[in-house]
């Protein structure tokens, strides 16, 4: 089994310019989300999707980040117009569908530099 | 003030000592509680998971949850330096927030040869 894939691995921008950050989750896997650390941080919840709807988007810092799932597959991530504070490592999960026992299955994160 | 607390080291050990790693928790509504290892520039993987109060083990590694305390344990045993990580508390409240995991800040475990 292919475990969650994220793309790029390192991604490094000037502030003010765009990124997408995408996550391929493990097949099958109707849960996604999105954590993110940055430097000197907890790991910190940004969203969750069930299949392509939005269940809880609370942890999103702000209006500078869209996240989709369009299809109900891979999801992308993308700060515009990037900040300095937004740097840090964005890590994506998958689960399988149910109340709870179901286990995160992490990625191993995009590094985003913003410059 | 943080709801979940964890020293972050570093904590340096000998092979084959015990290794204890704590956390304390604000929330009362937390109801599953993980322990995810994260070596360098790799995600988080899950270790040991536990639903509400009591001790659970999976060979070298025992997790204790005390829900009365707000405190949660995980031991290993017998360490080996393959056991040199990151050590990461994650608690949630279950139902459909089970995956919003609110983390520690980790602990940087080394264990030498």
């Known amino acids: 089994e292919a475990g969650v894939t994220q793309f790029p691995s390192h991604s490094v921008i000037e502030k003010g310019q765009t990124v997408t950050l995408r996550c391929d989750p493990i097949?099958?896997?109707?849960?996604l989300y999105w954590y993110r650390r940055v430097m000197g941080k907890e790991i910190k919840f940004l969203l969750h999707?069930?299949?392509?709807?939005?269940?809880?988007e609370s942890g999103m810092p702000n209006n500078r980040f869209l996240a989709e799932r369009t299809g109900g597959t891979y999801s992308t991530l993308k700060v515009q117009p990037a900040e300095l504070e937004d740097s840090g490592v964005y890590f994506c999960?998958?689960?399988?569908?149910?109340?709870?026992?179901?286990?995160?299955?992490f990625g191993n994160g995009t590094r985003l530099t913003v410059t | 003030q943080k709801e979940v607390e964890q020293d972050p080291g570093p904590l340096s050990v000998p092979e084959g000592a015990i290794v204890s790693l704590n956390c304390t928790y604000s929330n009362s509504a937390f109801q599953y509680f993980m322990w995810y290892r994260q070596y360098s520039r790799k995600g988080p993987e899950l270790l040991m998971y536990?639903?509400?109060?009591g001790n659970k083990e999976d060979g070298r590694f025992t997790a204790q949850v005390d829900k009365s305390s707000k405190y949660i344990s995980l031991f290993i045993r017998d360490s080996q330096p393959s056991d040199s990580a990151t050590y990461l508390c994650?608690?949630?409240?279950?139902?459909?927030?089970?995956?919003?995991?609110?983390f520690g800040q980790g602990t940087i475990l080394t264990v030498h040869p």
């Open positions: 097949s099958g896997h109707d849960n």
């Open positions: 999960a998958s689960s399988h569908l149910g109340q709870g026992g179901s286990p995160l299955h």
């Open positions: 994650a608690m949630s409240a279950g139902g459909t927030s089970y995956g919003k995991l609110t």
């Open positions: 999707f069930v299949k392509e709807s939005k269940q809880d």
């Open positions: 536990t639903y509400s109060s």
